[in-house]
């Protein structure tokens, strides 16, 4: 049962992303840079470059295949220990739900791609 609930989460996040909003792909990207830059590049830098409080996502180690999307969901809803990082502990992102976690993944995604680590 356990393993169905991520699957289910992320059904839930692309059907609800794709209706709330009714855009295409390029207008989730923009509102999805919108989102991250209101609440995750005041630790995680605007275009994803870092700052002194968070890491940058534009290194290898949040390519997809070593950091899933749902790690990144996983990390908004509950926080996450510091493991790749000296940055500390980053604590959940009150605030944000599926839809919005979706639409700031997929800009995250864009612009690791842009970056060419994706």
């Known amino acids: ?3 169905w609930i991520p699957v289910f989460i992320l059904m839930v996040m692309f059907t609800v992303g794709g209706r709330a909003y009714g855009a295409g792909a ?3 990207i923009t509102q999805g840079k919108a989102l991250f830059n209101s609440n ?3 630790c995680h830098g605007y275009d994803g ?3 002194d409080k968070g890491p940058p996502f534009l ?3 949040y390519k997809p295949s070593h950091h ?3 790690s ?3 990390a908004v ?3 996450v220990r510091a493991h790749h990082w000296r940055f500390g502990n980053m604590p959940p992102v009150e605030g944000v739900g599926m839809a919005e976690m979706g639409m700031i993944i997929q800009y995250v995604r864009s612009i690791q791609k842009e970056a060419g680590i994706y």
């Open 77 to 79: 809803m509950n926080g």
């Open 59 to 61: 290194n290898k180690i």
């Open 1 to 3: 049962m356990k393993v």
């Open 40 to 42: 995750c590049a005041k």
């Open 68 to 70: 899933s999307d749902m």
């Open 49 to 51: 470059v870092g700052t």
């Open 26 to 28: 390029d207008d989730l």
């Open 72 to 74: 990144f969901q996983m």
